[in-house]
Nanobody, 110 residues
Framework: VHLVESGGALVQPGGSLRLSCTAS????????MSWYRQAPGKEREFVAW???????SYAESVKGRFTISRDNAKRTVYLQMKSLKSEDTAVYYC?????WGQGTQVTVSS
């Protein structure tokens, strides 16, 4: 199993960003895929998940601002983030098939 995140960047408050996580080594379309994040000095926390049938759930802190989606043909899960706040600054991790990606840094700062 291999998960590779991309798309992290420095963005201004109020801005938008889309993260991607491309998977290999398992039957991607049948698995729930999730995004987590870890801010400096804090525990890793749940952000969103999406099921194989594209049902989704979000942490309260991102509900209405973030959207998780998936493209099974590309074996990729996305996290569209808008109205970003400084408190969204973190390393964002993809999780699926009991494995973690290496993370991608998102920094929200002016």
């Amino acid at each position: 199993v291999h998960l590779v995140e991309s798309g992290g960047a420095l963005v201004q408050p109020g801005g938008s960003l889309r993260l991607s996580c491309t998977a290999s080594g398992f039957t991607f379309s049948t698995y729930v895929m999730s995004w987590y994040r870890q801010a400096p000095g804090k525990e890793r926390e749940f952000v969103a998940w999406i099921s194989s049938t594209e049902a989704a759930s979000y942490a309260e802190s991102v509900k209405g601002r973030f959207t998780i989606s998936r493209d099974n043909a590309k074996r990729t899960v996305y996290l569209q983030m808008k109205s970003l706040k400084s408190e969204d600054t973190a390393v964002y991790y993809c999780f699926g098939a009991r494995n973690w990606g290496q993370g991608t840094q998102v920094t929200v700062s002016s």
